[in-house]
T-cell receptor
Framework: SQQGEEDPQALSIQEGENATMNCSYKTSINNLQWYRQNSGRGLVHLILIRSNEREKHSGRLRVTLDTSKKSSSLLITASRAADTASYFCATGPGGSYIPTFGRGTSLIVHP | KAGVTQTPRYLIKTRGQQVTLSCSPISGHRSVSWYQQTPGQGLQFLFEYFSETQRNKGNFPGRFSGRQFSNSRSEMNVSTLELGDSALYLC?????????????FGPGTRLTVT
């Protein structure tokens, strides 16, 4: 079974709106990473948040991590049509390399 | 710096055949990982190679194998292809082995088995 699971599975918004997607996981983690994938292409790393961090920013991205709830959220502010993509969280139980990806959130931003 | 490259980009094979996919990591990266992505199973980890040694392996049958060369380039082989092997195969490289390192993904090889 997947370690990380994103929610919602699909999200459709208008340009300029904020998009929030969540990731829940089951076991302890060393860190959590978010990736973006444009249709049928490779993944692009967005941000890595360590288990001792609660919030991290990168441009229009804000990631939060709540280890007590075993969940993370990715917020994209002022979305653009170019943000249309699938977003994945990847987690790994502390020490183990094998990263587990969720099934992703498909985000569509309408111009 | 050039990104991760994968060849070929598209491939069509027949059931029972074998296939070899190639991945060239970013210069200086020593770890190469392979993933299979399908609509039904999502993104699944196949294996990781570091310094020509397989470090980690996902839950795939022995028909899936790989290797890494001294220049860090990696190949993945699938023997006795099955229809269910149709997928996007992604290669990712990172500086070192270990989950804490950011992975850089290639564009993938789209394999279709007929």
């Amino acid at each position: 079974s997947q370690q990380g699971e994103e929610d919602p599975q699909a999200l459709s918004i208008q340009e300029g709106e904020n998009a929030t997607m969540n990731c829940s996981y089951k076991t302890s983690i060393n860190n959590l990473q978010w990736y973006r994938q444009n249709s049928g292409r490779g993944l692009v790393h967005l941000i890595l948040i360590r288990s001792n961090e609660r919030e991290k920013h990168s441009g229009r991205l804000r990631v939060t991590l709540d280890t007590s709830k075993k969940s993370s959220s990715l917020l994209i502010t002022a979305s653009r049509a170019a943000d249309t993509a699938s977003y994945f969280c990847a987690t790994g139980p502390g020490g183990s390399y094998i990263p587990t990806f969720g099934r992703g959130t498909s985000l569509i931003v309408h111009p | 710096k050039a990104g991760v490259t994968q060849t070929p980009r598209y491939l069509i094979k027949t059931r029972g055949q074998q296939v070899t996919l190639s991945c060239s990591p970013i210069s200086g990266h020593r770890s190469v990982s392979w993933y299979q992505q399908t609509p039904g199973q999502g993104l699944q980890f196949l294996f990781e190679y570091f310094s020509e040694t397989q470090r980690n392996k996902g839950n795939f049958p022995g028909r899936f194998s790989g290797r890494q060369f001294s220049n860090s380039r990696s190949e993945m082989n699938v023997s006795t292809l099955e229809l269910g092997d149709s997928a996007l195969y992604l290669c990712a490289s990172s500086l070192e082995s270990g989950y804490s390192y950011e992975q850089y993904f290639g564009p993938g090889t789209r394999l279709t088995v007929t």
